[in-house]
């Protein structure tokens, strides 16, 4: 086990090289840095932040990471990516993730009733024709439960695991499973009662072990007062002063708010997302697994985000993120993550008004966008054949009329009688007359091939994946 972990962070460190590869010295990627840093410079002046730490990941490499203002005002203590903060609810991603390795090594199921595994687990239902809980309702934000387990984020008093489950059997859920998007605290702290129950350890070791260790992430651990901590601040009063906010421990709440971490090795984790096959060495999880992790599985009311396994989902400038928003007294941090582009930002702040979200938006839509031009691979783009205009023409089957349009060296697909001039659909070259239909939404034969007949000279006939049409003109 030693060597497998000694083995796993040596290629950590190969994974995540020096800032000083091509990406990070790219010409645009170097200036989108120094233009967001003239912004965050700007909000840590006029807003009065302590301090920001950023990073931003490309694939397995951290291309760029810096600290704003301070980690302790009063010392002056410079903020650095490698300051330690509160990471509050990212602690849920690693909860989900622990559950997923339990499912693939079959010691439980994403459907199994929580109360298989946990017999006390019998708070009232919110109705009387009410299912039971499941495990994956407790990571989706699905379970009804309510948000909380008492009054811990007023009184800064969190409950043990033994007062948490004597609490549950006066607890009744706000909701009825599956009804509806809900936010809840609780749902998490039981879902990291159900690992401690199903592994046989603790929850703070099974993370060491099962992720920490094999990720290389050396400088995270679970509610403890660690050296390199930052001071965390409360927001700021109308005299412009900020509280000093003391440690606190989540205690049995550390499944859904006791992590903490940094830049460095948040970086480690948002690498991970990237990486393909089986479980194994810092491959925390199978691609299979990570991939129904970022899946959206449930959806707020009002469809402005969703939730996969764990991971919270959000969507801006016409792309999809997953990653994870935290608050705890003192601290606030958010991560996205841009799975097409593998890019990802990391934004740790040291008090609760800073609105890491927006910072992190703004890092994404700035430096993350230019590193995402810069590690793009270059297409492979098929040499455009003149003859391909034979295609263009008048299809018709017996589900409606298609009409394929030239374009300047472009076949694109439309649906005459429809309304999609402006957004057609787009014909990429494979070669041998084949291509690929393309759009950027929707549904029919989207990403299949798409092929023509010829007879005697003449296109007769189209497929669009298994189905074809007749030309017509």
Same mark, same amino acid.
């Given at each position: 086990?030693?060597?497998?972990?000694?083995?796993?962070?040596?290629?950590?460190?190969?994974?995540?090289?020096?800032?000083?590869?091509?990406?990070?010295?790219?010409?645009?990627?170097?200036?989108?840095?120094?233009?967001?840093?003239?912004?965050?410079?700007?909000?840590?002046?006029?807003?009065?932040?302590?301090?920001?730490?950023?990073?931003?990941?490309?694939?397995?490499?951290?291309?760029?990471? +810096?600290?704003?203002?301070?980690?302790?005002?009063? $010392?002056? *203590? /410079?903020? @650095?990516?490698?300051?330690?903060?509160?990471? &509050?609810?990212?602690?849920?991603?690693?909860?989900?993730?622990?559950?997923?390795?339990?499912?693939?090594?079959?010691?439980?199921?994403?459907?199994?009733?929580?109360?298989?595994?946990?017999?006390?687990?019998?708070?009232?239902?919110?109705?009387?024709?009410?299912?039971?809980?499941?495990?994956?309702?407790?990571?989706?934000?699905?379970?009804?439960?309510?948000?909380?387990?008492?009054?811990?984020?007023?009184?800064?008093?969190?409950?043990?695991?033994?007062?948490? +489950?004597?609490?549950?059997?006066?607890?009744?859920? $706000?909701? *009825? /499973?599956? @009804?509806?998007?809900?936010?809840?605290?609780? &749902?998490?702290?039981?879902?990291?009662?159900?690992?401690?129950?199903?592994?046989?350890?603790?929850?703070?070791?099974?993370?060491?072990?099962?992720?920490?260790?094999?990720?290389?992430?050396?400088?995270?651990?679970?509610?403890?007062?660690?050296?390199?901590?930052?001071?965390?601040?409360?927001?700021?009063?109308?005299?412009?002063?900020?509280?000093?906010?003391?440690?606190?421990?989540?205690?049995?709440?550390?499944?859904?708010?006791?992590?903490?971490?940094?830049?460095?090795?948040?970086?480690?984790?948002?690498?991970?997302?990237?990486?393909?096959?089986?479980?194994?060495?810092?491959?925390?999880?199978?691609?299979g697994s990570l991939r129904e992790m970022h899946r959206v599985r449930s959806v707020e009311n009002n469809w402005t985000s969703g939730t996969g396994i764990?991971?919270?989902?959000?969507?801006?400038?016409?792309?999809?993120?997953?990653?994870?928003?935290?608050?705890?007294?003192?601290?606030?941090?958010?991560?996205?993550?841009?799975?097409?582009?593998?890019?990802?930002?990391?934004?740790?702040?040291?008090?609760?008004?800073?609105?890491?979200?927006?910072?992190?938006?703004?890092?994404?839509?700035?430096?993350?966008?230019?590193?995402?031009?810069?590690?793009?691979?270059?297409?492979?783009?098929?040499?455009?054949?003149?003859?391909?205009?034979?295609?263009?023409?008048?299809?018709?089957?017996?589900?409606?009329?298609?009409?394929?349009?030239?374009?300047?060296?472009?076949?694109?697909?439309?649906?005459?009688?429809?309304?999609?001039?402006?957004?057609?659909?787009?014909?990429?070259?494979?070669?041998?007359?084949?291509?690929?239909?393309?759009?950027?939404?929707?549904?029919?034969?989207?990403?299949?091939?798409?092929?023509?007949?010829?007879?005697?000279?003449?296109?007769?006939?189209?497929?669009?994946?298994?189905?074809?049409?007749?030309?017509?003109?």
């Amino acid at each position: 086990m030693r060597r497998l972990v000694a083995l796993s962070l040596i290629a950590m460190a190969m994974r995540l090289p020096a800032q000083g590869s091509r990406i990070a010295s790219d010409a645009d990627v170097l200036g989108a840095e120094r233009l967001f840093s003239a912004w965050l410079d700007g909000q840590l002046a006029y807003r009065g932040l302590p301090g920001v730490a950023v990073g931003v990941v490309y694939d397995q490499e951290l291309v760029w990471s +810096k600290g704003f203002g301070y980690a302790d005002v009063q $010392a002056k *203590a /410079p903020m @650095t990516p490698q300051t330690k903060f509160r990471m &509050a609810s990212h602690s849920k991603m690693f909860t989900a993730i622990a559950i997923m390795q339990l499912r693939e090594q079959g010691k439980l199921r994403l459907d199994d009733p929580v109360s298989k595994h946990l017999p006390w687990f019998t708070m009232k239902p919110a109705g009387d024709d009410d299912s039971p809980i499941t495990i994956e309702q407790l990571l989706t934000h699905a379970s009804g439960l309510q948000r909380e387990a008492g009054d811990h984020w007023s009184t800064n008093e969190f409950p043990t695991t033994e007062e948490l +489950k004597k609490l549950m059997s006066n607890r009744q859920a $706000a909701f *009825a /499973p599956a @009804t509806r998007w809900k936010y809840s605290n609780l &749902a998490y702290t039981v879902a990291g009662m159900v690992v401690e129950q199903v592994s046989g350890m603790l929850w703070a070791d099974y993370l060491q072990q099962n992720i920490f260790g094999p990720l290389g992430m050396s400088n995270s651990s679970v509610d403890k007062n660690v050296p390199g901590l930052t001071v965390g601040y409360g927001r700021r009063m109308p005299d412009g002063s900020r509280a000093i906010i003391p440690f606190i421990d989540a205690k049995g709440m550390a499944a859904a708010t006791g992590l903490t971490s940094n830049v460095d090795d948040m970086a480690k984790f948002v690498s991970a997302q990237f990486r393909k096959g089986p479980r194994g060495g810092d491959r925390v999880l199978s691609s299979g697994s990570l991939r129904e992790m970022h899946r959206v599985r449930s959806v707020e009311n009002n469809w402005t985000s969703g939730t996969g396994i764990g991971f919270g989902v959000s969507r801006f400038r016409d792309k999809t993120y997953v990653g994870h928003g935290g608050g705890y007294l003192g601290n606030t941090t958010q991560t996205f993550i841009q799975l097409d582009s593998k890019v990802g930002v990391i934004v740790l702040t040291n008090t609760n008004d800073s609105d890491p979200g927006d910072i992190a938006r703004q890092l994404m839509n700035t430096v993350g966008e230019a590193v995402a031009k810069a590690g793009a691979p270059k297409p492979v783009v098929v040499a455009w054949d003149p003859s391909w205009e034979r295609f263009a023409g008048l299809y018709r089957g017996a589900w409606g009329d298609q009409q394929i349009v030239m374009l300047n060296q472009k076949l694109v697909l439309i649906t005459p009688n429809g309304s999609n001039v402006d957004t057609p659909t787009t014909l990429e070259p494979l070669g041998g007359g084949r291509f690929r239909m393309m759009a950027p939404s929707g549904g029919g034969a989207i990403g299949e091939v798409v092929r023509f007949v010829e007879e005697g000279g003449r296109v007769t006939r189209m497929y669009v994946g298994d189905g074809f049409s007749d030309r017509v003109r």
